[in-house]
Nanobody
């Protein structure tokens, strides 16, 4: 069982930056693929970014060039640095873990709210 706890979401203005954090339980965090998804009101949950255990990253087109995902294996933590935020980035952001067992994104955090105002 893996527990994920996100933090860092808050109300910001358009153009601001924000960093989200997600701490994971488990002794083999360095073997997990970690990701961020988001869900805006009235919309389906969508992929934002992911980082492989190798450190390789990939992003949704909508955030490419503005968001950066990173990880600190010593702290069992994955980060999402979000720059140049827009109103369209308003959503609940979820951290997720893939334990590389062939089951995809197995574990999810409770989410953290990011609200961007004009």
């Amino acid at each position: 069982q893996v527990q994920l706890v996100e933090s860092g979401g808050r109300l910001v203005q358009a153009g601001d930056s924000l960093r989200l954090s997600c701490v994971a339980s488990g002794r083999t965090f360095n073997n997990y693929r970690m990701g961020w998804f988001r869900q805006a009101p009235g919309k389906e949950r969508e992929f934002v970014a992911a980082i492989r255990r190798s450190g390789g990253t990939y992003y949704a087109d909508s955030v490419k060039g503005r968001f950066t995902i990173s990880r600190d294996n010593a702290k069992n933590t994955v980060y999402l640095q979000m720059n140049s935020l827009t109103l369209e980035d308003t959503a609940v952001y979820y951290c997720t873990a893939d334990l590389n067992r062939g089951s995809g994104w197995e574990y999810w955090g409770q989410g953290t709210q990011v609200t961007v105002s004009s």
